[in-house]
Nanobody
């Protein structure tokens, strides 16, 4: 299973970016999908997550500005980021809880390689 993230970049404060993360490989089903971020010198933190049924959870710092969504047919999760702030600058990682075709009794977490988001003031 591979997760490929894209959509990062450099944006001015107040701007918007949309991140995408597509999962591929021997996938039977994907349960929770989420976005995490890690700024230099800080621990990785949850930004937002979404269940297969569409229930969402957000970090307090991004509520009202970020929206997570997913396409279960495409095995893809999105993160729409609006009203970006300099403190949103970080490397953003996607994670998926995957049930593989060869072992439907086990759920394993897979991570994407990360995409850089830089917000200038």
């Amino acid at each position: 299973v591979q997760l490929q993230a894209s959509g990062g970049g450099l944006v001015q404060a107040g701007g918007s970016l949309r991140l995408s993360c597509a999962a591929s490989g021997s996938i039977f089903r994907i349960n929770d999908m989420g976005w995490y971020r890690q700024a230099p010198g800080k621990q990785r933190e949850l930004v937002a997550s979404v269940t297969r049924g569409g229930s969402t959870n957000y970090a307090d710092s991004v509520k009202g500005r970020f929206t997570i969504s997913r396409d279960n047919v495409k095995n893809t999760v999105y993160l729409q980021m609006n009203s970006l702030k300099p403190e949103d600058t970080a490397t953003y990682y996607c994670k998926s809880a995957v049930v593989q075709k060869w072992n439907t009794q086990t759920v394993a977490d897979y991570w994407g390689k990360g995409t850089q988001v830089t917000v200038s003031s």
